[in-house]
């Protein structure tokens, strides 16, 4: 596989991934695909290493900062995260998971990819679904989010 296949590969999933997510409630389209994609690339973040400020899940993430900022908000205003003011600069705001799982985070974690996967895949033939689904269970198991760490210097 070359590293254009890969790319390609990745931006097909990511689109498929797309499609399975329910839509959030008060959104446009467009925007809600955008944000869709940093809110969960935050929280993939801040579920791994909560207690952070917004610059060092930039600086994991690699999203520019506005971006975390405005999915952090996102998140805190459907009660997926809550913030407190760092006791070593108060000008900053720490980040973590909130007690309890949100409604919002519930159904996302709930959705299934069968019926944006058969579309994708133009058939709704269950031993391709899941000679498919089963490698991307491989794959998820061997490429976590925490994996991108180790691309980043």
Do not use: C
């Amino acid at each position: 596989m070359s590293a254009v296949e890969l790319f390609l590969l990745g931006r097909t999933l990511m689109k498929i991934g797309e499609e399975a997510l329910p839509a959030p409630e008060a959104a446009g389209e467009g925007a809600a695909a955008q944000g869709a994609r940093a809110v969960l690339i935050a929280l993939s973040d801040i579920t791994a290493h909560p207690g952070s400020a917004v610059g060092e899940i930039a600086r994991r993430t690699g999203l520019p900062q506005s971006q975390v900022s405005t999915a952090v908000a996102r998140l805190k205003k459907a009660g997926s995260v809550v913030t407190s003011p760092d006791p070593d600069d108060g000008r900053r705001l720490l980040v973590r998971p909130a007690e309890e799982v949100s409604e919002r985070v519930a159904r996302v974690r709930a959705t299934r990819i069968e019926s944006a996967l058969a579309a994708a895949l133009g058939t709704a033939d269950a031993a391709a679904l899941s000679e498919v689904t089963a490698a991307l269970e491989v794959l998820a198991r061997h490429l976590p989010p925490g994996a991108l760490a180790n691309l980043r210097p």
